[in-house]
């Protein structure tokens, strides 16, 4: 007689939690191939990707030599990576794209602009913390860059709020013990260095896509540690299902590049700041710096602030001068 099996209610619950989560994905990516095409059509394109195929075949092998190198034995890798690889490009150049033009950073710039009034001290601080970066110091040590007056880059910080006690006056009354937010710029850090904002926009592209890279290493890696503890217990199927096969591995690599939305965050911060950096009501009368912050977020690493920038050579201080 041929027993029957029945699945236990843990494994139902599996099973349609895993349908669920496939199904969630599918979804996502959906959407997401249809913003796209929104996106392009606005510019009279079609739904179609632009991606160079060699952008895209450099970013698979980027992937590959970023998580698991056996991925390479799988026979058609290239071709099951690459609608996600194109998809996570396409994601990441849209989200770029929105940033503002570069701002020159200058004294003129701290005294006008309120990007830069708000994220510096004053002169000094600006020019310790140029003057210190080695990507800057690099390029302007270049040979083929000697003509060039200034550079461009992707200045990044981090922005902290915390709740403070302070004074407003209210009523023609000052008025004390009042909670405001405070709001600070640190963390300061200069990437993607070169002469032209469009080199400055495709090296912060290249920057996204790396630490994206190493999020999902990172991920997957964790998921391979768990999946050890459960053989160790004894499941010995999860050897085979689990992603020490470089079969699953893929599969589950693609899954996750497959909804770039929550490997890459990109949000608007609308911020009104008096010059002490308290946030300030838009029905009080104060001078304030008022901008729109680029924030961008990669996993459930902590979010900063980005901006194109652009440093005159003129402004960096020499080794002697420092501090």
């Not at 939690?17 to 079609?46: C, M, N, P, V």
């Not at 698979?60 to 690459?82: M, N, P, Q």
């Amino acid at each position: 007689m041929i027993k029957k099996t029945t699945k236990q209610p843990d494994d139902n619950i599996h099973d349609r939690r895993h349908h669920e989560t496939k199904g969630l994905r599918e979804l996502f990516a959906s959407q997401w191939r249809y913003f796209l095409s929104i996106l392009e059509s606005g510019d009279g394109k079609t739904g179609e990707s632009t991606q160079d195929p060699a952008l895209v075949t450099d970013a698979i092998e980027t992937v590959i030599d970023g998580t698991d190198k056996r991925i390479r034995a799988i026979g058609h890798y290239k071709k099951r990576l690459r609608d996600t690889v194109r998809m996570t490009l396409d994601y990441i150049d849209a989200a770029v794209a929105s940033i503002p033009e570069a701002i020159r950073v200058d004294k003129d710039s701290f005294s006008h602009n309120p990007v830069i009034n708000a994220f510096f001290v004053n002169m000094d601080d600006i020019r310790n913390i140029f003057s210190t970066s080695h990507e800057l110091q690099n390029f302007f040590r270049k040979a083929e860059y000697a003509s060039c007056d200034e550079a461009y880059g992707i200045l990044f910080v981090t922005r902290n709020e915390k709740t403070v006690l302070g004074k407003i006056i209210q009523d023609d009354m000052l008025v004390s013990e009042v909670k405001q937010t405070a709001v600070n710029f640190s963390d300061h850090e200069i990437v993607a260095v070169c002469d032209s904002e469009e080199g400055a926009r495709r090296g912060l592209k290249e920057f996204i896509f790396s630490h994206i890279v190493k999020y999902v290493s990172a991920h997957m890696l964790h998921i391979r540690q768990q999946q050890r503890e459960q053989i160790d217990k004894g499941c010995m199927d999860v050897w085979i299902s689990g992603v020490s096969n470089p079969e699953v591995y893929l599969t589950e690599l693609i899954n996750q590049l497959t909804t770039p939305g929550p490997l890459l965050t990109h949000q608007k911060v609308c911020l009104r700041l008096n010059k002490m950096g308290i946030k300030v009501d838009e029905n009080l009368s104060e001078t304030v710096n008022e901008f729109t912050a680029h924030e961008f977020q990669i996993g459930k690493q902590p979010p900063r602030v980005v901006t194109i920038v652009r440093y005159p050579r003129n402004e960096m201080l020499t080794n002697t001068a420092l501090f």
